[in-house]
């Protein structure tokens, strides 16, 4: 078994705890694969974001799980999206915490987990890729 895959989704509005998730899951020995941190200053026209989005949908795509970045359980479009991606391509899916559809009701797909308080998002030595739902 080659090394655990893990791709980041979520809001760029949780910044901070992607760069921390970055660092956490790599150190437990996983290949993580996050969006571009683009300062929000920056200007993009539309055809740069729509590369940006069609190479991290590629990223998604290739990996053996996919992490929900839903700090106090917010997901917005794009992150349904990169969600809705990941269950057509077989890729695990995990929330770092419940989702919300509507305040105060949490809503997770059967199958899918949530990291729970406290938790390590990762064990050293944990195998995600034995997550990973198989197609046909």
Do not use: W
């Amino acid at each position: 078994m080659g090394i655990p895959v893990v791709a980041l989704c979520g809001s760029m509005r949780f910044r901070d705890e992607f760069d921390r998730l970055t660092t956490e899951l790599t150190l437990a020995g996983n290949v993580v694969l996050a969006p571009v941190m683009i300062d929000a200053s920056t200007v993009l026209d539309e055809e740069t974001r729509a590369r940006l989005g069609r190479v991290h949908l590629a990223k998604v795509a290739m990996a053996d799980e996919a992490l929900v970045v839903n700090v106090g359980g917010y997901l917005g479009e794009s992150t349904r999206r990169e969600i809705e991606h990941a269950h057509a391509h077989g890729v695990a899916v995990r929330y770092l915490e419940p989702p919300l559809i509507e305040p105060g009701e949490a809503v997770v797909e059967p199958g899918e987990a949530v990291v729970e308080p406290g938790e390590a998002v990762v064990e050293p030595g944990e195998a995600l890729a034995e997550s990973r739902v198989e197609t046909q």
